[in-house]
């Protein structure tokens, strides 16, 4: 039978370990697996929001750069040509088969106590059961779920996570009462502007992050609150799934919420899960309940404090393999009831109510004849409902698809596409009608990225983009003229001054806040963003939202270190932990909010790691080859950390221990294994070099010379075969630009050895300072220098 949907989990791997990693918020699951997947070569890490994907991908690719990265959700794919790890939405997680190399080391799925959720749960479930890395597999959740995952997969090493931060309860709070940095919570678009309009009049104004919220939007709200323009914000339960922001107290403005069929009151569990935002790391938080609910019941509260909570029961599922032979046998299939009392069928899910309805079309019916054809019409199925309509308006759009789709010529009609994408452009409206049309062309962005079904897939992905992006700066523009007051920065220092004796606020550098954003996944991942913080919120940020999102070819390294886009210079390269990992500064002279920058300085931060992974590239892909030994992999490490010039004095174990095959192979990944210098060719063209002198100058950025001037090494004019060193610059950076030091001359790697031959032939000073460029009196430390 063919496999289940689109995806199927990695080839089983029945040695690889596979580790559960379970408690609640705070605990450091997700940070532990992202730092995992990136010790191994390749690996996925599957999240269960489109905005939590989103905010890990701009963690790694602030440490790794946009080039080793892909981002795959329903709606967004950023796809390199050879990425070496995934992040996906868990619904989005591709087929390994379909990967470049096939099965990846690396697998991690978050939130697994999810597989508990009558919509989605199934999806979790099997991704539990089957996806897992050749290497290693992780499963990160909440501890409720750990008996049932001791029978679902019997194998795994089950590893509990306390709390990095204790959280406890805090009674019933006023609005006027509640502290800086608190999200107030409610589950209804409705209740949330209510809660911000009440925050801008008391307290300054609040972020606002609901599910509906594009990343774009969530991602320039909480950068808002993040960088202090705000205090507080009012959220849905949207930030409870691991959205990871600088919260000290969560306060509950309701506790019933409508879960697509009822209004119900939560779960205990459900509680612990957004009350845990509050506290970071060592920071602990507090959760409460707004006035005038009352205080949560003494019962629930300890619950959530101590974490203790009744255990799941039960996990609903659908079969790995569907049959798609016919129409009737695809229905089946999906209906086949689980052999385990802990499994629950999932025959009331949204894709197979709409299979279901499309069943009973004669025209439908009449098309999907044969596995391809019945395949198609699940594929079609399984669009979402992201605009939440009446179901008849959605299996209506469905049908259409579908009978497009299915006819003669299987492509989706141009013009059909266009009627409906046109009327969601417009950018007028308030907040609710712009909601509804980002919900709109969500759905058609992610029908353009079923690249099968579109003649022109790319064109109307970046249509859709587009208009995704333009609603998203129109919805943010509406969110903070809606509910930030921009007196917020005055009156938010008068509000602390008068409050810092019951509420101490740290007070961070932009460094640090950017550190906070994108969260903490190495000594690299901050940017120094030092600046002053411009009154209000918002100022001339839309260029900022047009800069995150340019393409890697839109930014150029200017002299000076300087970072452009779009002809204007926006930041600089400066001192990071070592030559591959620079630092970025802001230079831009635009009145940006703090929230802006610390977005354009995680889109610089994630450029600059790409230059230097393009820069290292060919030491890189060297290292990859699966036969090297391990003193030529020591060799290439080198190179790499040096920028592709190492002394054969400074790397002389390894050289020792290379047979002549190991050698001859360096040669052909393009090492040159000289007498005096190891050296990469491809890494000494003029543009290159001029690269590794940037970097050099922002590492020794925080260096000055005998008279406290800023040392600085400059590229050498194309074709220079040597240069003068200077008594300012340290030896390590000549050869970091491919210029390694003998006397008075740094001398280019590849004509080292020629130069050494001419004087171990005692050719004139004369001839030798020709060659070098340079005058007859410093051949002579020249030729003591080579020995």
Known sequence: MPRSGHFLAAAESPGSPVTAWLGPTNTGKTHRAIERMLECRTGIIGLPLRLLAREVYDRVTARLGERAVALVTGEEKRVPPHPRYWVCTVEAMPAPEALPGGAVEFVAIDEIQLAGDRERGHVFTDRVLHARGTRETYLMGSDTIRPLLRRLVPAATVEGRPRLSALTGAGSLSVGALPPRTAVVAFSAARVYELGERLRARRGGAAIVLGALSPRVRNAQVAMYQAGEVDYMVATDAIGLGLNMDVECVAFADLHKFDGRKRRALQDAELAQIAGRAGRHANDGRFATLEPLPPLAPGTTRAIERHRFAAQTRVYWRPHVLDFSSLGALQASLRQRPT?????????????????????????????????????????????????????????????????????????????????????????????????????????????????????????????????????????????????????????????????????????????????????????SSGDLNGDVAEGPVRDDACVHAWVAAPHSAFRLEADERIAVDREIVGRLGRGVDLLRPEITLVTERALGAGARLRLGRRLLAWARDLVAELVAPLRSARDEPELSPAARGLLYQLEQSLGTVSARDALEQLEALDPAMRTRLGRLGVRLGQHVVYVPALLAPGVIRTRAALCNAYLGGNAGPRRERVRIEAPRPGAVSLRVEPAVPVPAYAAIGYPVFGARAIRADQVDAVGARLRGHARAHDVASRLGCPPTEVESVRAAFG
């Open 340 to 524: 385990e009392g802990h499994l629950v069928a999932a025959d009331d899910a949204e894709d197979l109510r709409a299979l279901d309805h499309l069943a009973l079309d004669p025209e439908v019916v009449a098309r999907a004849g044969g596995p391809a054809a019945v395949g198609l019409l699940w594929q079609v199925c399984q669009v979402p409902d992201f605009r939440s309509i009446k179901c008849d308006d959605h299996f209506r759009l469905l049908r259409s698809l579908y009978l497009q789709l299915a006819s003669p010529a299987p492509r989706l009609s141009s013009d059909w596409i266009a009627r409906h994408v046109a009327p969601l452009a417009d950018v007028e409206g308030d907040i609710d009608t712009l909601l509804g049309r980002m919900a709109g062309i969500r759905t058609w962005t992610y029908v353009s990225n079923q690249a099968s079904w579109l003649a022109d897939a790319e064109h109307w992905q970046d249509q859709t983009r587009i208009i995704e992006d333009r609603l998203s700066d129109a919805v943010h523009e509406r969110l903070v003229e809606r509910f930030v007051d921009p007196r917020a920065p005055r009156r938010r220092r008068a509000l602390t001054q008068t409050q810092s004796q019951s509420h101490t606020k740290s007070h961070t550098t932009f460094a640090e806040q950017l550190r906070a954003h994108i969260g903490h996944v190495g000594p690299d």
